[in-house]
């Protein structure tokens, strides 16, 4: 089956910091990938997607590239604010397996702190 | 765009009461979600429709839950009778799905935050 890993948290950095959040998965098919951010107190939103291998997702200083050689859609920002302080999820739909469902990962929480 | 509508947004009941969670999908979409999330356990998927058809409702806890989506603007999710591990943030989240299309963005609601007593 789908299956969707990143890493721990909390992510504690300072303001400015270089960040990154690894996220591995497992699909039957040809995923597409996504990064969902959730602020305090609020539901999901959309941050990036990829839908083919190679393609990069960028949004708001974050970048991530679908990598297939090694399963992976690694989240990154060179220079973190406070305001990006939340935590993040990384997703895959997986369609071609007939399946509209989104796969989630556990979440990993930020902390930006000045 | 008025996005995904839940209501309540705040709930509190007592252990043995019914609770009815509601959803107000985006005008459009042909697939709706219901998903719990808790610190123990993350999020986690309860059921979903496609044209207001349950696909998939393994992820229902028990008996005590149901979902319902009548018509194409409108679901509830039901828990009789609650009990205090039901406290979570429940999600409404709405798609649309085209037919061998490999992307699907949810769009999540504001969620409805249930403590159970």
């Known amino acids: 089956g789908n299956s969707v890993t990143q890493m721990e948290g909390p992510v504690t950095l300072s303001e400015e910091a270089f960040l990154t959040i690894n996220c591995t998965y497992t699909?039957?098919?040809?995923?597409?990938l996504f990064w969902y951010v959730q602020y305090p107190g609020e539901g999901l939103q959309l941050l990036l997607k990829?839908?083919?291998?190679?393609d990069k997702g960028s949004n708001k200083g974050f970048e991530a590239t679908y990598r297939k050689e090694t399963t992976s859609f690694h989240l990154e920002k060179g220079s973190v604010q406070v305001s990006d302080s939340a935590v993040y999820f990384c997703?895959?739909?997986?369609?071609?397996?007939?399946?509209?469902?989104?796969?989630f990962g556990k979440g990993t929480k930020l902390s930006v702190i000045p | 765009d008025a996005g995904v509508i839940q209501s309540p947004r705040h709930e509190v009941t007592e252990m043995g009461q019914e609770v009815t969670l509601r959803c107000k999908p985006i005008?459009?979409?042909?697939?709706l979600f219901w998903y719990r999330q808790t610190m123990m356990r993350g999020l986690e998927l309860l059921i979903y429709?496609?044209?207001?058809?349950?696909?998939?409702d393994s992820g229902m806890p028990e008996d005590r839950f149901s979902a319902k989506m009548p018509n194409a603007s409108f679901s509830t999710l039901k828990i009789q009778p609650s009990e205090p591990r039901d406290s979570a943030v429940y999600f409404c989240?709405?798609?649309?799905?085209?037919?061998?299309?490999?992307?699907?963005?949810?769009?999540f609601g504001p969620g409805t935050r249930l403590t159970v007593l």
């Open positions: 989240a709405s798609s649309f799905g085209t037919s061998g299309s490999n992307y699907n963005e949810q769009f």
């Open positions: 699909a039957t098919g040809y995923p597409s």
């Open positions: 990829a839908t083919k291998a190679d």
């Open positions: 997703a895959l739909s997986d369609s071609g397996a007939g399946s509209y469902q989104l796969t």
């Open positions: 005008s459009g979409h042909d697939y």
């Open positions: 429709f496609n044209n207001n058809v349950p696909i998939d």
